[in-house]
């Protein structure tokens, strides 16, 4: 037995002091539920769950960056909204306008409220914010540029040429000039529109660390001037033609049907002396009859000559009493005469008119009463006289009282015309047919022609030279900028963001110019403007709601990266309680038998002094 050297002992009392060390180790483990207290825990898990940490702290900060993000983009697609609303609105009243049933007072209705539409337009885009940054205010800067250049270019030039023939027959004075043809005649005309137009070209330039675009951009305010030029030569070629035509009738046999056959037509067109054989009435005994020629009761036959020279009409007039008309060409006049037969047995006393419908031929007398007056028919071309025999009356009269009246009253001898419609009557009156007994009442002469102008064919070409010229004048700004943008941060390292450009929008930078003068041109070349501004605010609604779906996306990447980073931090750093609770229960009894055995040492040596007391 030694005592210099406790060596059970001392065994014993590292094994206490272990056995606490590591109970204690096991309560602190137990009590804050981490199984990293200290860097002494575990110093390479420590290490690697503070880079956890960092990385899930930051991504769920980058998560709430993104709301925020999107929360402006929303903002912006809300203005847009509006401002989409007001530029269609704006293009209805523009179509509106440019429809020409408007009145001056439609059109001043229509631009206060386009003017008023302008006004919001501007301020929506001055006004709208988030967080008190404006969001439509962004300034770009220009790197290089800008290079203006302007040039003027010829774009089409066409030339039709059409060509438009007519002949006439016209009629001129007497004794003309030589040649009656005038030189060609030249009519120019010119007329000019203008078209404006703006365009706009972008082209990425490059990309910055930051993922900022940057743009080449070309600006062309195009003008585009459209002249049309219209040359008429109107060339008028006179010809003198054969006035034979013109001054012979026509044949009596060619005329059968035509009331009182005589309806002055002459071979080569009637020139506008439209008169004629109207009327051929008769009274037998009281009895009138008005009109022969279209009577449908009175019997009737008709005789033409071979040579249709002579075409004869006889008229039963009944009990044996018959009306001859015998209408001959003699030369270039008619003779027109009347003969009376009674082939029955009873006496009759006759009365007969003729009456000529002078039409819009103005009828003159040139002789008055007691010789037989002669009637002339003229207008500005030609002429034709109208002379009877044997007539106990020939007067002028209107028209209508020579044909419904038998009333003397009605008509009278005269020298001057009573109106443009006149006529002209003969009449045979008390002519007695005593049985077997036959009349010849008298004649009409009728003719010749006269020409009071000479005949021509004029040939008129028209000759139409439209030129249209059309000019493009173009004013381009070049140059190279980038876009204000802020960026959003997406990550929980540095450089990860999302940018967001910050547009200048307004109606000068959109070039939108609202017309003054709500004219319908004014109105229609408006329209294509407005199409351009929508279609610009469409785009950048189509940026903003890409750039919308691609932050949603990028929260959720962020959302789910936060949430396993944090699984595998949890699990490098979190205690498992029951596997400590076994460790702690085993260092407990070990720590308990350790110093029950420090005990039993202490006490073999104490055998010690029961040997020195002997």
């Known amino acids: 037995m030694i005592i210099q050297h406790n060596t059970q002992a001392v065994f014993a009392n590292g094994k206490v002091n272990t056995a606490g060390r590591q109970t204690s180790a096991n309560a602190e483990k137990l009590a804050s539920g981490y199984r990293i207290n200290r860097a002494a825990d575990d110093a390479a898990g420590l290490s690697i769950s503070e880079k956890m940490r960092s990385q899930v702290r930051g991504l769920n900060r980058a998560s709430d960056n993104i709301q925020d993000g999107l929360s402006l983009t929303n903002v912006a697609d809300g203005a847009l909204t509006e401002i989409h609303s007001i530029l269609q609105r704006q293009r209805e009243l523009l179509v509106q306008a440019a429809n020409d049933t408007n ?7 229509i631009e206060d409220e386009i003017v008023s539409l302008s006004g919001e337009f501007d301020r929506i885009f001055d006004d709208t914010e988030f967080n008190t940054l404006k969001i439509f205010k962004g300034e770009n800067e220009i790197i290089e540029g800008p290079d203006i250049t302007a040039k003027t270019m010829p774009v089409s030039s066409t030339t039709n040429t059409t060509t438009n023939r007519k002949t006439e027959d016209v009629w001129l004075p007497k004794n003309p000039k030589p040649n009656p043809t005038p030189p060609p005649t030249v009519t120019t005309t010119s007329s000019t529109s203008t078209d404006t137009d703006y365009i706009e070209n972008e082209t990425p330039r490059g990309t910055d660390s930051l993922a900022h675009d940057s743009y080449d951009v070309e600006l062309i305010y195009r003008t585009t001037t459209t002249t049309t030029t219209t040359e008429v030569t109107t060339t008028e070629v006179y010809t003198p033609i054969s006035s034979a035509d013109y001054t012979s009738l026509r044949k009596p046999g060619d005329m059968v049907g035509t009331n009182g056959y005589i309806n002055v037509k002459n071979v080569k067109g009637n020139l506008d002396l439209s008169c004629g054989m109207s009327r051929l009435g008769i009274k037998v005994d009281g009895i009138q009859n008005l009109d022969l020629y279209n009577s449908s009761s009175i019997p009737k036959t008709t005789t033409v000559s071979a040579d249709k020279n002579t075409a004869a009409t006889r008229y039963d007039l009944g009990d044996g009493l018959f009306l001859t008309q015998t209408i001959a060409l003699v030369g270039d006049s008619y003779s027109i005469s009347y003969q ?22 103005k009828a003159t007398c040139i002789n008055t009463r007691p010789a037989p007056p002669n009637y002339t028919l003229a207008n500005s071309n030609a002429s034709i006289d109208i002379s009877a025999t044997n007539t106990t009356h020939t007067v002028l009269g209107s028209i209508d009282d020579l044909y419904s009246q038998w009333d003397d009253s009605k008509v009278q001898d005269g020298t001057s015309v009573r109106n443009d419609h006149t006529g002209v009557g003969c009449w045979w009156e008390g002519s007695q047919m005593t049985p077997g007994s036959s009349i010849a009442l008298g004649a009409v002469s009728y003719g010749p022609i006269t020409l009071t102008a000479d005949p021509y064919s004029l040939a008129t070409t028209v000759d139409t030279k439209t030129t249209v010229d059309v000019t493009q004048q173009d004013a381009v700004t070049s140059y190279a900028y980038m876009p204000e943008y802020i960026d959003i941060q997406s990550g929980s390292l540095a450089r990860q963001n999302i940018p967001i450009m910050l547009y200048n929008l307004s109606s000068a930078t959109l070039n939108l110019r609202v017309p003054t003068d709500m004219s319908a041109f004014r109105a229609g070349s408006s329209i294509d403007q407005v199409d351009r501004v929508i279609d610009k605010i469409s785009s950048i609604r189509s ?36 596997k400590e609770m076994v460790d702690y229960s085993k260092n407990n009894i070990l720590s308990q038998a350790s110093q029950s055995m420090l005990a039993q040492a202490n006490q073999s040596t104490g055998r010690v002094l029961e040997l020195l007391q002997i």
């Open 543 to 578: 940026y903003y709601g890409a750039l919308t779906n691609r932050m949603e996306h990028a929260c959720a990447v962020d959302d789910i990266s936060a949430e396993n980073t944090q699984a595998a931090e949890s699990r490098i750093r979190d205690l498992d309680m029951a």
């Open 340 to 361: 009376l037969e009674n082939t029955g047995t009873n006496t009759h006393n006759v009365d007969v008119r003729l009456a000529f419908d002078t039409m819009n031929t």
């Open 103 to 109: 009145t001056d007072l439609d059109r001043q209705a």
